[in-house]
């Protein structure tokens, strides 16, 4: 069965969508909304209600069609024609606007992933796309790759603790080594942003409580240890509230979060380290 790409008149990611499929030689059956496909796609949306997003602007599109496989977006569908539901998760749909897109995350260490990734991040920077990437750091000799190729236009790193926190969660050192070189390399891309995460975290068996919460003092640590990499206090850098309910996310608890206010004495840590520290606004957060 044949793809169905729901496309309108004059769209920049629809265009994008349809030269990666015709590049690769895969058919489908393209439905212009504004130019006899709106029919179709009513009828489309009055079944799948559900699967399509509609934001204060209206419908985005394009939107991928799969038999049971939904993907709205360009990113997403991307994502889907590349890996699969692979990428699901790391490729969202985009918030921005016009040339530029977003919702485009390197995480994890799967190789399938990332040579995924890096084929989406070829095609839209082949067709004049202007990429926003986040990482987290831990594939550095990725995120090296992506700069030589200029392959991200803005880079949003999310430094999850200071060091102690690295160990305690993954249990070794090899992790500081990553995240440092990635440090090193994030304040090279033509733009870019640290993102000090307050979150929870487990602790060493035997410990009490099994489950904590960054303190100021180790979101200080966090923003240190970015000056001491890089040599320069002077990053653009935001301190930005993650949310959580306990050891192993428990569904059934609910998600507690920081208000605005109780950020403050996080941003007064940081500014020791990072003079231009800020509190990130929602509408900022990068996925």
């Known amino acids: 069965m044949a793809l169905t790409v729901f496309t309108a008149t004059d769209c920049l990611r629809c265009n994008v969508l349809k030269r990666f499929l015709n590049e690769r030689g895969i058919s489908f059956d393209e439905k212009d909304i504004k130019s006899g496909g709106k029919a179709d796609f009513t009828s489309f949306y009055a079944r799948h209600r559900t699967a399509v997003h509609r934001g204060k602007d209206g419908i985005e599109f394009p939107i991928l069609v799969d038999g049971p496989e939904i993907r709205q977006g360009l990113g997403p569908s991307l994502a889907y024609l590349t890996a699969g539901k692979g990428l699901d998760g790391l490729v969202r749909a985009s918030t921005r606007t016009h040339e530029w897109i977003d919702g485009l995350s390197l995480a994890g260490d799967d190789p399938a992933q990332t040579d995924a990734l890096l084929s989406i991040l070829r ?100 923003a240190r240890m970015i000056q001491e990499t890089t040599g320069s206090d002077r990053h653009p850098c935001v301190v930005a509230a993650g949310c959580w309910n306990g050891e192993n996310e428990d569904p059934e608890k609910p998600r507690q979060s920081f208000s605005q206010g109780d950020l403050f004495p996080y941003r007064s840590r940081a500014r020791r380290y990072q003079v231009f520290t800020e509190i990130e606004k929602k509408e900022e957060s990068p996925l």
Do not use: W
């Open 123 to 222: 095609h839209l920077n082949a067709c004049g796309m202007k990429t926003v990437l986040h990482t987290d750091g831990r594939q550095a000799a990725v995120l090296e790759k992506i700069l030589k190729e200029n392959l991200a236009h803005r880079l949003v790193m999310d430094v999850l603790g200071p060091p102690g926190i690295y160990r305690e969660v993954f249990g070794n050192d090899r992790i500081l080594q990553e995240i440092r070189a990635s440090l090193r390399l994030v304040v090279r891309f033509p733009e870019y942003r640290f993102r000090l995460v307050i979150s929870g975290f487990p602790r060493k068996p035997g410990d009490a409580p099994a489950y904590g919460v960054l303190t100021p003092e180790d979101i200080g640590e966090a």
